[in-house]
């Protein structure tokens, strides 16, 4: 059986994209970045995407809320300005692929219909323009409600995930959905009120109006976030650009000594979206030695987000000598 050819993007994701926007300037320097990273994709041409994301109590709550699930079928909700409709997602592969994860020792849920609102969309209409143009199977990994698992486990998915990537024989696109330092305004379970605790028990298919409210109250945070008026925790440049380097620098068994608390406190609750931009670089070194880099960053309040693109590919043979 033939090798697939592995490629790799990592992006941060805001919903407030288009919706409480910074200077024009950085809006069109993202923009730019997006578009030169969908055009690789684009000349990639890939015959299959596996995307890691997390989900923000859309698709997932506290009645039942597993570390890792792979969706063998998935709709999107169409949170904050993304597409709606279903995945294209090839059942009979993605089910290869619970059993080959299983059969690696990781426990994983499965669902035969999930929904997935930004943290998956996003990057699928970023790289693709549409959340069907490409074969994709989604493994979304529990980044916002406590407690989480080990990074070592979510690195131990990756590879478990590139293993079974290597030998499929196609061009596969590894993209992670996620991250970098940020605190947007999601409720703790710990301590709610009771109104709170049971919407983030159960609070599937929220009517219009409650879904605008939770909009509205992002916005508002976004509008203030970095300011005296916001008790959130800042964006942290320095600990995104050491976990970049890490990812980089291929020591990845470094994630297993990280301490959740430690980065929340550093980097914001919702800074362990980066568990993604782990399982993506996990499963890129199971299925070959490759060569990262770093594409952009820049810390953006008005997004919440210490926004960053990484991107690796196979590394180049290394010429006989003459």
């Given at each position: 059986?033939?090798?697939?050819?592995?490629?790799?993007?990592?992006?941060?994701?805001?919903?407030?994209r288009g919706?409480n926007?910074?200077?024009?300037?950085?809006?069109?320097?993202?923009?730019?970045?997006?578009a030169?990273a969908?055009?690789?994709?684009?000349?990639?041409?890939?015959?299959?995407?596996?995307?890691?994301a997390?989900?923000?109590?859309?698709?997932l709550?506290?009645?039942?809320m597993?570390?890792?699930?792979?969706?063998?079928?998935?709709?999107?909700?169409a949170?904050?300005?993304?597409?709606?409709?279903?995945?294209?997602?090839p059942?009979?592969?993605?089910?290869?692929?619970?059993?080959?994860?299983?059969?690696?020792?990781?426990?994983?849920?499965?669902?035969?219909?999930?929904?997935?609102d930004?943290?998956?969309?996003q990057?699928l209409?970023?790289?693709?323009?549409?959340?069907?143009r490409?074969?994709v199977?989604?493994i979304?990994?529990?980044?916002?409600?406590?407690?989480?698992?080990?990074y070592?486990?979510?690195?131990?998915?990756?590879?478990?995930?590139?293993?079974?990537?290597a030998?499929?024989?196609?061009?596969?696109?590894?993209?992670?959905?996620?991250?970098?330092?940020?605190?947007?305004?999601?409720?703790?379970?710990?301590?709610?009120?009771?109104?709170?605790?049971?919407f983030?028990?159960?609070?599937?298919?929220?009517?219009p109006e409650a879904?605008?409210?939770?909009?509205?109250?992002?916005?508002?945070?976004?509008?203030?976030?970095?300011?005296?008026?916001?008790d959130?925790?800042?964006?942290?440049?320095?600990?995104?650009?050491?976990?970049?380097?890490?990812l980089?620098?291929?020591?990845?068994?470094?994630?297993?000594d990280?301490?959740?608390?430690?980065?929340?406190?550093?980097?914001?609750?919702?800074?362990?979206?980066?568990?993604?931009?782990?399982?993506?670089?996990?499963?890129?070194?199971?299925?070959?030695?490759?060569?990262?880099?770093?594409d952009?960053?820049?810390?953006?309040?008005?997004w919440?987000?210490?926004?960053?693109?990484?991107s690796?590919?196979?590394?180049?043979?290394?010429?006989?000598?003459g």
């Amino acid at each position: 059986m033939s090798t697939s050819i592995v490629k790799l993007k990592c992006l941060s994701h805001t919903p407030l994209r288009g919706l409480n926007d910074p200077a024009p300037g950085v809006v069109a320097e993202v923009d730019a970045v997006i578009a030169a990273a969908r055009a690789d994709v684009e000349a990639f041409d890939p015959e299959l995407i596996v995307v890691f994301a997390p989900d923000h109590y859309n698709g997932l709550f506290y009645d039942l809320m597993p570390p890792f699930v792979i969706a063998t079928a998935a709709e999107s909700v169409a949170d904050y300005k993304t597409l709606p409709g279903p995945l294209s997602i090839p059942d009979d592969l993605a089910l290869d692929l619970v059993r080959h994860v299983l059969d690696s020792d990781i426990d994983i849920a499965m669902s035969h219909r999930l929904q997935v609102d930004h943290g998956c969309t996003q990057i699928l209409e970023e790289m693709t323009g549409s959340l069907t143009r490409y074969p994709v199977i989604p493994i979304i990994i529990n980044s916002v409600a406590p407690p989480f698992g080990p990074y070592r486990r979510v690195r131990l998915l990756g590879e478990a995930v590139g293993r079974f990537i290597a030998g499929l024989g196609k061009r596969v696109l590894i993209l992670g959905s996620g991250g970098l330092s940020h605190e947007p305004p999601v409720p703790v379970f710990s301590g709610a009120k009771p109104e709170i605790a049971e919407f983030l028990i159960a609070g599937r298919n929220p009517t219009p109006e409650a879904r605008a409210a939770r909009q509205a109250r992002t916005i508002a945070t976004g509008q203030i976030f970095g300011t005296p008026d916001c008790d959130l925790t800042p964006l942290n440049e320095e600990w995104d650009q050491a976990f970049m380097e890490l990812l980089i620098g291929k020591d990845l068994s470094k994630v297993d000594d990280f301490e959740i608390e430690t980065i929340s406190r550093a980097a914001g609750r919702s800074t362990h979206e980066v568990r993604t931009w782990v399982a993506a670089f996990a499963a890129m070194s199971a299925a070959g030695a490759y060569e990262g880099r770093r594409d952009y960053y820049r810390p953006v309040n008005e997004w919440i987000a210490g926004y960053g693109v990484v991107s690796a590919e196979p590394a180049s043979p290394v010429p006989a000598a003459g």
